[in-house]
T-cell receptor, first 112, second 110 residues
Framework: SQQGEEDPQALSIQEGENATMNCSYK?????LQWYRQNSGRGLVHLIL?????REKHSGRLRVTLDTSKKSSSLLITASRAADTASYFC????????????FGQGTTLQVKP | DTAVSQTPKYLVTQMGNDKSIKCEQN?????MYWYKQDSKKFLKIMFS???????INETVPNRFSPKSPDKAHLNLHINSLELGDSAVYFC?????????FGPGTRLLVL
């Protein structure tokens, strides 16, 4: 079964609003990463949070990790039309060096 | 300038044919990967090489054979293509935990 599952599958908001995406996983992890994929392009790394961290910020991105609930969230504040993309969480599973397991992604549409 | 490049970008072929996809990275990374992304955007790892040595080999049909002539290149050869092989194939590389992806090769098997 899939390691990462994301919620919601699709999200549509207005420019300036905040967008929150959630990711749940099943096994112990070394770290959890978020990637963005623009339509027809490859994935781009956004942020990494380690298993001993609870929150991390990068610009307008805020990531939380709750290892007791095996879940993470990605918050994009003050969204822009350029944030329109699919967002994937990926878990670096403990004991599997270098192997990332991806969720199915959240498709975010930001309307201008 | 391109960090991870793949060729071709698009590949349309008939069932039963054999095809190859090439990947090159100029980041100096030791580890390279092949992923398959299906029509529902589910991304699954297929193979990983570290310094030309195979380290991850997921449950992939043996019609798929990766080859790493040097640590900057990881090619994917697919024999006897099937309809279900239609997908986007991504190459990636890494030096630590973060992975850098190529632009993808869109394979359509008719």
């Amino acid at each position: 079964s899939q390691q990462g599952e994301e919620d919601p599958q699709a999200l549509s908001i207005q420019e300036g609003e905040n967008a929150t995406m959630n990711c749940s996983y099943k096994t112990s992890i070394n770290n959890l990463q978020w990637y963005r994929q623009n339509s027809g392009r490859g994935l781009v790394h956004l942020i990494l949070i380690r298993s001993n961290e609870r929150e991390k910020h990068s610009g307008r991105l805020r990531v939380t990790l709750d290892t007791s609930k095996k879940s993470s969230s990605l918050l994009i504040t003050a969204s822009r039309a350029a944030d329109t993309a699919s967002y994937f969480c990926a878990t670096d599973v403990a004991g599997n060096t270098g192997k990332l397991i991806f969720g199915q992604g959240t498709t975010l549409q930001v309307k201008p | 300038d391109t960090a991870v490049s793949q060729t071709p970008k698009y590949l349309v072929t008939q069932m039963g044919n054999d095809k190859s996809i090439k990947c090159e990275q100029n980041l100096g990374h030791d580890t390279m990967y092949w992923y398959k992304q299906d029509s529902k955007k589910f991304l699954k790892i297929m193979f990983s090489y570290n310094n030309k040595e195979l380290i991850i080999n997921e449950t992939v049909p043996n019609r798929f054979s990766p080859k790493s002539p040097d640590k900057a290149h990881l090619n994917l050869h697919i024999n006897s293509l099937e309809l279900g092989d239609s997908a986007v194939y991504f190459c990636a590389s890494s030096t630590a935990e973060t992975q850098y992806f190529g632009p993808g090769t869109r394979l359509l098997v008719l």
